[in-house]
């Protein structure tokens, strides 16, 4: 991963709140808070992945960081530029540099236009000349991402899903972008096809020196293909580390469930884990939990945790969490941490 004095992007304090309206006049009723208060930074040449259940604001982050939606508050620096409330005119030259790899590689790409229009639309879109031609420019990106240039003319009704999702990609990195999310890149594919498309990635980051913020639910991708990894819960980042300190080492209860779920082919290490199976559903984000948004199903959760929230804050190098009793923390952070009740039964541990 290559140092730098700033970095690439920078997030600080972000939000969407998605207005409730009730009746003839759209009354505004209550907000669903689908991102609430993310602060994050990500250096050129890495891989951040984002992690969390299904509804914990993971796309709605990156279409934040996008532009495609536009943020109720906080902010967002794309290399030094305030880019959070930044008009549509002034934002498409930026969006040559920063682009996103949607999840649904069938609803992505138009069926009317082929591969050839599809992923030549950003050069005629920003108005950019070839050196040889756009047919070549785009002949030449197929062939990156593993297609065959002679595709040039086929619909994507002609290909299979692994395929489409490179389509995808050869759009995306048509005008050689610093930064591109990458929205549940694979999880729409089948899973013979998956370890393909994430090595395709890999290969053009370091190839192309591309920045990837990678969002996903599967814990396994995200450990193979990231730098540094944070995990969501409920519109809030709860952990945030190197992806070696977070898998070995979690210190949030939320993220050593997660882990816990991850399957395990080895029989042998999967008879020594403890599976952790957490209590009740995940709230709704239009009336989280007050303090901290995970003690209704946090089996370590005192009476502090449901009226102080716990700071996103660092408790070993690089590695930061927001809890007030966090697991395999150093000895003094431990130490340090309010102990005025017993925790309450909001979980169980059983063998998997």
């Not at 599809?118 to 197929?142: C, M, N």
């Not at 395929?163 to 013979?192: F, H, M, N, W």
Request: overall charge neutral; glycine content about 8%; some cysteine.
């Amino acid at each position: 991963m290559s140092e730098s004095p700033e970095p690439l992007l920078s997030v600080e304090g972000l939000e969407k709140h998605f207005p409730i309206t009730k009746g003839l006049i759209r009354r505004q009723v209550g907000a669903v808070k689908a991102v609430d208060g993310l602060t994050f930074d990500v250096v050129k040449g890495e891989t951040l992945g984002l992690v969390g259940e299904s509804g914990c604001g993971k796309t709605t982050t990156g279409r934040l960081i996008t532009r495609l939606l536009e943020p109720t508050a906080g902010k967002i620096v794309f290399e030094g530029k305030d880019i959070s409330h930044m008009s549509q005119g002034h934002l498409r030259p930026l969006r040559r540099d920063m682009q996103m790899i949607f999840q649904d590689p069938y609803s992505s790409l138009n069926p009317r236009h082929t591969v050839g229009a599809i992923v030549g639309a950003p050069f005629r879109i920003q108005g950019v000349k070839t050196e040889h031609g756009t047919r070549k420019a785009v002949q030449e990106i197929l062939e990156l991402v593993g297609l065959n240039p002679e595709h040039y003319n086929r619909y994507p009704h002609e290909f299979s899903g692994g395929q489409r999702q490179r389509i995808g990609i050869a759009r995306t990195l048509a005008l050689k972008p610093k930064l591109i999310i990458a929205d549940e890149p694979v999880s729409a594919l089948d899973v013979s096809i998956q370890a393909q498309v994430v090595n395709l990635l890999e290969d053009l980051q370091n190839e192309l020196d591309l920045t990837y913020v990678v969002i996903a639910h599967d814990l396994s991708v995200v450990r193979h293909i990231s730098d540094r990894v944070a995990v969501m819960y409920l519109g809030k980042i709860v952990e945030i580390a190197d992806r070696k300190d977070l898998y070995e080492s979690p210190m949030h209860p939320y993220t050593t469930a997660l882990l816990s779920a991850v399957p395990v082919p080895d029989v042998k290490r999967r008879t020594d884990r403890d599976r952790i199976r957490l209590q009740g559903d995940v709230p709704s984000p239009i009336n989280p939990p007050s303090a901290c948004r995970f003690h209704t199903r946090c089996w370590k959760a005192q009476e502090v945790c449901k009226t102080v929230e716990p700071p996103l804050a660092e408790l070993a190098t690089g590695h930061r969490v927001a809890c007030h009793f966090p697991e395999n923390a150093p000895r003094d952070a431990v130490e340090a941490a309010p102990r005025d009740t017993m925790p309450g039964d909001a979980g169980e541990t059983v063998s998997a």
